[in-house]
C-alpha cells in the first residue's frame, strides 16, 4: 500500500514509470514491487483510475493460518528443528 502510494505521487509529478521503480528500489531494495508492477499502476492512473487499494479477489480465503497452527508449528521446531516443510505438512493436515 506505502508503495502504492507512493508511486501514484510520483506519477502525479511527472515521473516516469522506469524513474519511479529506480527511486523505489534506491529506498525499498529487494522489497520494492516490480518494474511491471509499477507500469501496470501507471496504465491505470492514466486511464483514470485513482484508487490505490487492492481489489477484492475472489475465491477461497487461506485457512492453514491461525493461531492454533502457528502454535503448533512453533511446538514442534522446538522439539526438532531439522523437521521439513513437508513433513510438518502432513502432521498438520495443511498444503
Given at each position: 500500500m506505502e508503495q502504492r502510494?507512493?508511486?501514484?505521487?510520483?506519477?502525479?509529478?511527472?515521473?516516469?514509470?522506469?524513474?519511479?521503480?529506480?527511486?523505489?528500489?534506491?529506498?525499498?531494495?529487494?522489497?520494492?514491487?516490480?518494474?511491471?508492477?509499477?507500469?501496470?499502476?501507471?496504465k491505470g492512473f492514466r486511464d483514470g483510475e485513482e484508487d490505490v487499494k487492492d481489489e477484492p479477489r475472489s475465491g477461497r480465503p487461506p485457512t492453514s493460518t491461525t493461531p492454533d497452527n502457528i502454535e503448533r508449528v512453533r511446538r514442534m521446531l522446538a522439539n526438532d528443528r531439522r523437521l521439513s516443510l513437508r513433513l510438518m505438512a502432513e502432521e498438520l493436515k495443511i498444503s
Open positions: 502510494v507512493n508511486i501514484k505521487f510520483c506519477f502525479k509529478l511527472g515521473k516516469t514509470a522506469t524513474e519511479t521503480h529506480e527511486m523505489l528500489m534506491k529506498v525499498y531494495g529487494v522489497d520494492a514491487v516490480s518494474k511491471k508492477c509499477v507500469f501496470e499502476l501507471f
